[in-house]
């Protein structure tokens, strides 16, 4: 394990690597973002991982997917991801949740004792149910969202949800 992450450990420090190491960080959605997302906090050393997806790999997903291969066309997303982690970091706790998150099972899906939540989801209703969730139980949240066909990096903007205006914005149903 420390040979494996001298990189990180040499950049961020030892104590930095260690809280890194002692994280517990759930991905919800494991497609086209997500997918990427848990291969990124598998390799950095995240010592436990919640991957939560209801999909399947597609053949249209494969130009998109961080590791999904032809031969895994028709199998679950989350399982996917297992099989592509446990060789890369085989010490990792690897929880794989195949499930649609919505309002009625979120406080199941979603540990309170998670240090963070990285939303990936590309449906509005999982989104806000999750981000409601999250908001009550006073769960940190990164959320990736959606650019609808838009292809201008200069208006890409990093900030608090509530700092969206507009009655036609995503941040309006949340």
Not at 22 to 51: M, Y
Request: with cysteine.
């Amino acid at each position: 394990m420390d040979e494996q992450l001298v990189g990180n450990t040499q950049f961020f420090g030892e104590e930095s690597q260690g809280r890194v190491c002692a994280a517990f960080v759930i991905v919800v959605g494991v497609g086209g973002v997500g997918s990427h997302v848990a291969a990124s906090l598998a390799r950095s050393g995240v010592g436990h991982l919640r991957v939560i997806d209801f999909d399947r790999v597609t053949l249209s997903s494969l130009n998109r997917h961080a590791f999904a291969l032809r031969e895994d066309v028709g199998t679950s997303k989350v399982e996917c991801i297992a099989k592509y982690v446990k060789k890369v970091v085989p010490h990792i706790e690897l929880d794989t949740i195949e499930s649609f998150l919505d309002k009625d099972n979120v406080n199941r899906l979603i540990d309170p004792r998670a240090d963070y939540v990285i939303d990936c989801i590309d449906n509005i209703d999982a989104k806000v149910a999750l981000l409601a969730y999250c908001y009550k139980n006073n769960i940190k949240v990164v959320s990736s969202c959606g650019a609808g066909m838009k292809a201008d990096p200069t208006w890409l903007q990093i900030r608090d949800i509530s700092d969206t205006h507009g009655s036609n914005t995503f941040a309006s149903q949340v």
